[in-house]
């Protein structure tokens, strides 16, 4: 299977505090995309890194990428309670243009 | 970003009836869209991928004939879940990517299904 793998499975942290998730693959890649999503709602798209990247930002997302160990981490700072949701990486399938996501890690940051 | 909007967002259906998932791409025309399958507090399975125009494409272990997919429209993919049973309750998501490997895709709302 290409499925990546996420940890943790699930997080719960206090507000203000960090979260780290972290996503592994199996294949090359040439992009890796890290999802959210709300509780029996559709996915999200937050931030899309290149192969040829090794970290990116937007906001309070920090993304990293290192193709030699295909791991991938991301990292929201000052949690908020509103950033309670699961959390998947998503990588292209190689030749088609479908998408694979990982296991996903359920983060719950408590007010 | 590009809106996909995916009815209905739950539904309630009898053992043997079949049920109907819509999908469009509201504001883009989608060559390709995707279905997938989640179990709770699990990750997405892709079960095929839509191609306008043409046959769908399934992944290994889902079943053709009991989830037959249409792309009639660059803008509407359906998803008909034939004689449900017990064991098709689920959270049904499509998606849609407007190009190759370099752009993000764009998620419906997903479906519950529950077969009672």
């Known amino acids: 299977s290409q499925q990546g793998e996420e940890d943790p499975q699930a997080l719960s942290i206090q507000e203000g505090e960090n979260a780290t998730m972290n996503c592994s693959y199996k294949t090359s890649i040439n992009n890796l995309q890290w999802y959210r999503q709300n509780s029996g709602r559709g996915l999200v798209h937050l931030i899309l890194?290149?192969?040829?990247?090794r970290e990116k930002h937007s906001g309070r997302l920090r993304v990293t990428l290192d193709t030699s160990k295909k791991s991938s981490s991301l990292l929201i700072t000052a949690s908020r309670a509103a950033d309670t949701a699961s959390y998947f990486c998503?990588?292209?399938?190689?030749?088609?243009?479908?998408?694979?996501f990982g296991t996903g890690t359920r983060l719950t940051v408590i007010p | 970003g590009a809106v996909v909007s995916q009815h209905p967002s739950w539904v309630i259906c009898k053992s043997g009836t079949s049920v109907k998932i819509e999908c469009r791409s509201l504001d883009f025309q989608a060559t390709t869209m995707f279905w997938y399958r989640q179990f709770p507090k699990q990750s997405l399975m892709l079960m095929a991928t839509?191609?306008?125009?043409?046959?769908?494409?399934?992944e290994q272990g889902v079943e053709k004939d009991k989830f037959l997919i249409n792309h009639a429209s660059l803008t509407l993919s359906t998803l008909t879940v034939t004689s449900a049973h017990p064991e098709d309750s689920s959270f049904y998501i499509c998606?849609?990517?407007?190009?190759?490997?370099?752009?993000?895709?764009?998620f419906g709302q997903g479906t519950r299904l529950t077969v009672v």
């Open positions: 998503a990588t292209p399938q190689t030749g088609a243009n479908n998408l694979f």
């Open positions: 839509s191609n306008e125009g043409s046959k769908a494409t399934y």
């Open positions: 998606s849609a990517r407007v190009a190759r490997h370099y752009t993000e895709a764009f």
């Open positions: 890194i290149r192969s040829n990247e």
